[in-house]
Structure formats: C-alpha cells, structure tokens
C-alpha cells in the first residue's frame, strides 16, 4: 500500500512570497491533516478535512494561510505571504474515517523562508 | 500547563540497553494513546498505539498506560543503532472534538 505522498520536498523562498504545498494521502482515507512542526517541536495540527469538507481549521492562521481538498482525495496548502515564523517542516496526514487516531504522515516539506 | 509533557531528551545509551521514554499528559477526556518514531529528516512514523491502561507489546517495544496517573511509557528492548530516532508521544483527544495532540519529542541515541 502506497504511502502518504507530498512534494516538494524542500522549498527555500524570501519573505512576502507565496508557497504552495502538494498531498496525495493513502487510498481510500477519508480523512487528511496538515500539520506545522517548528524545530524541536511536535506536530501541531494546522487544519483537518473529512472528505472535501473543514472539520477544522482552528489553528490555521487565516490571514495568510489557505487549503483545499479537491474531489475529497488531494490537497494543497498554501501560505501567501510568508514571514519568516512560517519556516517549519509542513506534514500531511491521512487517516481511515472510522479511527481518526490512527494518523499515516507523508515524509513533509522542509519550508526555509529567508 | 502544555496538555502533553514530554522530555526533549537527548537520551543517549549503549546498543542492547534497555530505554524507557515517557510522557505525562493532563486532559482525562484523552483516550488513545500513539508513540510515533521520527528519522531526521522524515515524517514520523505510527510504531503502536493502546486504548486502555496496561501493556502493549510488540517485539522489541512495549507501551505502557497509566491512566490513574496520566502517565504513557515506551520501553526498548536490546536498543539498536537504529532505533537512534526522536520518539514522540501523541494522545488522541475526544473532547471538543477528534484531536491529536503530540509530545515535543525525545532525542534517543543508542551509540554502538
């Protein structure tokens, strides 16, 4: 079974510019995260679909952060404009609808924002 | 007061020790209890997760729950260079919602 997939893989921009980020999750989950990693620190959950749909997008900074999830399987992060706060590791996650617990994370991109 | 404490670490130990990682976490609305392993430069990685107090065990790993205490283990046993990982605590919340919430991570190296 095919893993979580994400690209790129690193990603190095200036400050004020725009990013986007790719997932494919593992197939037949209903259910996809994105996650923020800092340095040093656990994931922390930036915003959580089921299918198509928000479940929720408490901690996702709005103002500068977007996602979607087209036809309920891909999904993509955006951050417009960065600053350099935003330099983490971004992770996506999958999960079967029936055990939410039970999260698969793609391998992340490494964002450097200078 | 973080919902989930766990302690950076580094933790370093000789191959074939035993190595226990903990973690403590504050929210009894918590129910399932994962330990994840993260290679540098990886995702991390679902080692096992357990639902009730008590053990677990798989192979070489064992998790351990204390629900009276709010206190998680992870035990290695015969500690390979290649369990050299950060190891993160994570507990699946219930309460205001279906939440994970992760530990900051313990530096583990096994030096061989």
């Known amino acids: 079974e095919a893993g979580v997939a994400q690209s790129p893989r690193y990603k190095i921009i200036e400050k004020r510019q725009s990013v986007a980020f790719w997932c494919n999750p593992i197939s037949g989950h209903a259910t996809l995260y994105w996650y923020q990693q800092i340095l040093g620190q656990g994931p922390k959950l930036l915003i959580q679909f089921q299918n198509n749909g928000v479940v929720d997008d408490s901690q996702l900074p709005k103002d500068r952060f977007s996602a979607e999830r087209l036809k309920g399987v891909d999904s993509t992060l955006k951050i417009q404009p960065a600053k350099l706060e935003d330099s983490a590791v971004y992770l996506c996650a999958s999960s079967p609808l029936d055990r939410s617990y039970e999260q698969y994370f793609g391998p992340g991109t490494r964002l450097t924002v200078t | 007061q973080k919902e989930v404490e766990q302690d950076p670490g580094p933790l370093s130990v000789p191959e074939g020790a035993i190595v226990s990682l903990n973690c403590t976490y504050s929210n009894s609305a918590f129910q399932y209890f994962m330990w994840y392993r993260q290679y540098s430069r990886k995702g991390p990685e679902l080692l096992m997760y357990t639902y009730s107090s008590g053990n677990k065990e798989d192979g070489r790993f064992t998790a351990q729950v204390d629900k009276s205490s709010k206190y998680i283990s992870l035990f290695i046993r015969d500690s390979q260079p290649s369990d050299s990982a950060t190891y993160l605590c994570?507990?699946?919340?219930?309460?205001?919602?279906?939440?994970?919430?992760f530990g900051a991570g313990t530096i583990l190296r096994v030096k061989s």
């Open positions: 994570a507990i699946f919340r219930v309460e205001y919602g279906n939440k994970l919430v």
